[in-house]
């Protein structure tokens, strides 16, 4: 195995521990979302070898697929906890942190005595800090005993806690762990950045309990928030203008055209409202090296946001720069992958991210089903099991009962009919009267996918049985059109959705309309995407100046279409309303 400090010697006598998955209440969470997993006939040993192989060659997306299955119990399988751990570490390598959080835990749950915990621990502190889950990082490190781990933690734990903004997280940090010397270098920096007599009184206490310098800790940059005649914003998109040629045929970069159009628009929209943005459009062309020669620019270290470069694998140069200028960062406006904001401060996800929407998702369902019984189904996908992830765990917070999960692949998708519309008797007419799953005996499925070879079924299933189970998905269904939406509303669908916008709402008509008059023909879903998206930056730049993040987490920013914005602890979007068809036309059934 591969750990922070050299080589260790693997003992492999394993136990059989398959049972513990039901005796723990977050063990049954984790379990949950391996109820459903496809097993395989299998040369474990080679199967291992080959999956290693591939993660020491640093190929980590087809190490995560190789090792995918050796993770599963099997009594023949001799490698179930190394490979839950390289399967981990893989996903940790390509950003994907929530995916490699989740199977940490699940290792540290099923596996409780495996001898390389403290590894386990080890990385999973690390996606503690990246995720900025400060409490958890710090309780985990109390377990790690290896003091030959201790230096590189002390070095993240600093790293991280000197980018919390927030001096009331760093206080209650400080309350849980008062002789930790670096939560409390933390909280003393913090305190250098006030002018409250309070906290000026506090710092001089620590510094005398502390033997520390107070001149050490006085921030110079205790400055009012920072308001400006006009907002610069930097648009780092793949326009691909050497590709665009004046015909009305559809361009490869035509969504981030029309995109752009749409905050155009908003920007113009926006001096109205007393806000002057000015926008700087920059051509990446997907390419790195043209991103790496933009960050040369020295017009962007003027800029107040910056706008992509959209994908990920582009995105980690304009990270640094982010960061090291203090630029207000949103890679992709249109993403949900919280990965994107990584470790950077000062970055955001405009959109709720996977597991936020899992969140909100069993909300809505305990605030509006009366019965708690409720069955999950999701894809294979890392986003899918983040969004299944936080609907499991919600739920049980809050009273639902999860009474089946089950993760489908192609091969395993009939099994959704056979689960929900298995018929055990008929009427007179041949139609189904009852079924193996009783009728009523659930109040709700909750869908983690977009995959319509899972929706389909879950909704073919549901309408069948004809009770009143509320089946819970994504605002994306609705752009299938293969499902007849009638379907929709006869039985009982909610769809989150953060970009939802009434088209009857006076915002939307008068959007539309200035749209109209300015390209003559009606916007499409994207220019309505960019022009929401810039209208709430726009007046966060107003209430908030350019630092508007604190500010953002704390009231939030009504949106000019939609529900709006404002900022968790992790940088994601909190408001997820959800929409269900009504009388033909689609309307909110929450208050975000």
């Not at 001898?115 to 386990?120: G, H, L, Y």
């Not at 706008?307 to 890679?331: H, Y």
């Not at 406006?333 to 000062?346: A, E, H, K, R, T």
């Not at 019965?371 to 099991?385: E, I, L, R």
């Amino acid at each position: 195995m591969k750990v922070v400090n050299g080589q260790r010697s693997i003992v492999d006598s394993l136990k059989s521990i398959y049972h513990r998955l039901w005796t723990m209440e977050y063990g049954l969470i984790l379990a949950c979302l391996l109820i459903g997993s496809t097993t395989f006939a299998q040369d474990f040993k080679k199967q291992f070898k080959q999956a290693k192989e591939l993660f020491e060659q640093e190929n980590y997306s087809a190490s995560m697929e190789a090792f995918r299955p050796l993770t599963i119990y099997d009594k023949e399988n001799p490698y179930p906890e190394y490979a839950s751990f390289y399967y981990a570490l893989s996903a940790q390598r390509l950003g994907f942190y929530t995916v490699a959080k989740e199977m940490f835990l699940q290792i540290k749950t099923i596996y409780p005595d495996w001898q390389e915990m403290e590894e386990v621990n080890y990385w999973l502190f690390k996606i503690y800090l990246d995720q900025r889950e400060y409490f958890h990082a710090l309780k985990l490190s109390k377990e790690i005993k290896n003091s030959s781990m201790a230096h590189n933690m002390d070095v993240m734990k600093r790293e991280a806690l000197l980018k919390i903004e927030d001096l009331e997280t760093l206080k209650m940090l400080s309350e849980e762990y008062p002789i930790d010397s670096e939560v409390v270098r933390a909280l003393s920096f913090g305190l250098g950045k006030q002018i409250n007599p309070k906290d000026t009184l506090m710092l001089d206490s620590l510094m005398k309990q502390w033997m520390w310098k107070k001149k050490d800790f006085i921030s110079t940059d205790r400055a009012a928030p920072i308001f400006k005649d006009i907002y610069r914003v930097a648009l780092l998109l793949p326009f691909r203008s050497s590709s665009l040629d004046p015909s009305p045929t559809v361009k490869r970069s035509q969504f981030v055209l029309d995109m752009y159009e749409g905050m155009k628009q908003a920007a113009d929209s926006l001096v109205g409202e007393g806000v002057r943005l000015e926008l700087l459009a920059y051509d990446t062309d997907h390419d790195l090296e043209v991103v790496k020669n933009l960050l040369k620019a020295e017009e962007l270290k003027s800029a107040d946001l910056i706008v992509g470069p959209l994908f990920p694998e582009d995105a980690k140069m304009v990270q640094e720069f982010s960061q090291t200028n203090k630029i207000n960062l949103i890679v992709n406006p249109l993403s949900y992958n919280i990965d994107l904001v990584g470790q950077n401060p000062w970055a955001l996800l405009y959109q709720p991210c996977h597991k936020t929407i899992g969140e909100k998702s069993a909300e809505l369902v305990a605030t509006k089903v009366s019965n708690k019984n409720s069955f999950v189904f999701y894809g294979d996908s890392p986003k899918d099991s983040a969004m299944a992830y936080g609907y499991i765990k919600s739920a049980i917070d809050r009273g639902v009962k999860i009474a089946y999960v089950q993760e489908v692949r192609a091969e395993t998708s009939g099994d959704i009919l056979d689960r929900l519309a298995t018929a055990t008797e008929y009427d007179e007419w041949k139609n189904p009267k009852q079924f193996k799953l009783k009728l009523d005996s659930i109040g709700s499925v909750f869908v983690a996918s977009d995959d319509p070879l899972i929706y389909t079924k879950v909704i073919n299933s549901i309408e069948t049985r004809g009770d009143s189970v509320l089946v819970v998905g994504q605002e994306n269904w609705l752009e299938d059109n293969s499902v007849d939406l009638g379907k929709f509303e006869k039985i009982k669908i909610a769809f989150a959705a953060p970009n939802f916008s009434s088209v009857s709402s006076k915002g939307y008509l008068d959007f539309r309309k200035k749209f109209l008059q300015r390209h003559g023909n009606l916007p499409g879903v994207y220019s309505q995407k960019g022009y929401e998206f810039m209208m709430v930056m726009g007046r966060a730049f107003k209430k908030y100046g350019v630092h508007f993040q604190k500010g953002m987490e704390q009231e939030g920013i009504p949106g000019a279409l939609t529900a709006g914005y404002q900022m968790q602890p992790n940088h994601d979007n909190a408001r997820v309303p959800f929409v269900a068809f009504s009388n033909g036309k689609l309307d909110t059934v929450n208050k975000p």
